[in-house]
């Protein structure tokens, strides 16, 4: 692990220029991995459960969308 002391507009600077230089498909994974963990920390109330949603369904889950065997 490295520690490093910076400003926020570096730390910005530095983040922003690492996610450009990921390609389409991989910023897309990203936030879905980002909008799952969202939804893990915050779940929508009165909601049904993703398995409760899709109960008797059949489905395909590409295996980089797959997190712990379950989808938020």
Known sequence: MEVRFQT?????????????KLSGEERF?????????INKLFPPK???S???RNKGNFLLIHKDLQEDDEMG
């Open 8 to 20: 926020k507009e570096e730390s910005k600077k530095q983040q922003q220029e690492e996610f450009l």
């Open 46 to 48: 009165d909601k049904l």
């Open 29 to 37: 994974m990203q936030f879905l991995k980002l909008s799952r963990k």
């Open 50 to 52: 993703f398995e409760e």
